[in-house]
């Protein structure tokens, strides 16, 4: 099975679904900076409040910030593999994570790509809700949820995000393009790029990517 997977994609594209999709059917654990970064803005930590005009603007945080989250938090939970929800976005990030690894005498198994028309985007985006207290992800077309907008785990409230309004979001794609799609090549050299058509259902993309983990690992 392959249990060191990084699942990259524009925003909405369906990261955050799909990972906790993995976790939950092979117990890989799964991190993401933004969630890590929202939570600090939360608890009014230091690192939530340099980053937060950042984020709100739509522009990555530095690489060295996010390399540092990366980092720690494969030191405390890293043993049994890895789902990166939304890392590395940036060639500086990836190449920063191999050397990691390359430390660690481990390697990436699987680069995952959820490919997305821009329609898709915007749709998911702006019907987005989340759970402010855990991180729940749905949709407002989800009727219960449009009348009663409460997390159905911890009855936390549904909220749109607030970096999910329409102009913070064209500069999001604008940073995907410029630095997130470069990715693909990278991953591809290293022949462990995988691109999956993520506009179909939600289950549907992870019998695809279900399959990819299941594969024989040759370590
Ligand atoms: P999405 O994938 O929908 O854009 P995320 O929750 O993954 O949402 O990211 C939200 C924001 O957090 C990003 O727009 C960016 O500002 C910051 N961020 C998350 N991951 C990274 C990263 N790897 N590098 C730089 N900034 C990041």
């Known amino acids: 099975m392959k249990r060191r997977l990084v699942l990259l994609g524009a925003p909405g594209s369906g990261k955050g679904t799909q990972a906790e999709l993995i976790t939950r059917q092979f117990g890989i654990p799964v991190t993401s900076p933004g969630a890590i970064l929202r939570r600090e803005q939360d608890l009014g930590t230091p690192l939530g ?15 060295d910030v996010i390399v540092k989250l990366i980092e720690e938090w494969l030191r405390l939970h890293g043993s049994y593999g890895f789902v990166f929800d939304g890392f590395p976005r940036t060639l500086p990030q990836a190449e920063s994570l191999n050397s990691i690894l390359q430390r660690l005498r481990t390697a990436l198994d699987l680069a995952i790509w959820l490919e997305v028309s821009e329609k898709t985007v915007h749709d998911r985006i702006g019907g987005r809700l989340q759970c402010r207290n855990c991180g729940f992800t749905t ?11 409460i997390c159905p785990y911890c009855e936390g409230p549904l909220v749109r995000r607030s970096d999910d309004d329409e102009t913070v979001l064209s500069n999001r794609l604008q940073e995907f393009h410029t630095k997130t799609e470069p990715l693909a090549k990278f991953y591809e050299k290293m022949s462990i790029l995988h691109r999956i058509d993520g506009n179909r259902d939600r289950d549907v993309v992870f019998k695809d ?6 594969q024989k690992s040759d370590a």
């Open 209 to 214: 990517i279900s399959r990819l983990i299941e």
């Open 49 to 63: 409040q340099q980053t937060a005009e950042i984020i709100q603007r739509g522009e990555l945080v530095s690489d």
């Open 139 to 149: 949709s407002v077309s989800s009727a219960k949820f449009a009348e009663r907008p």
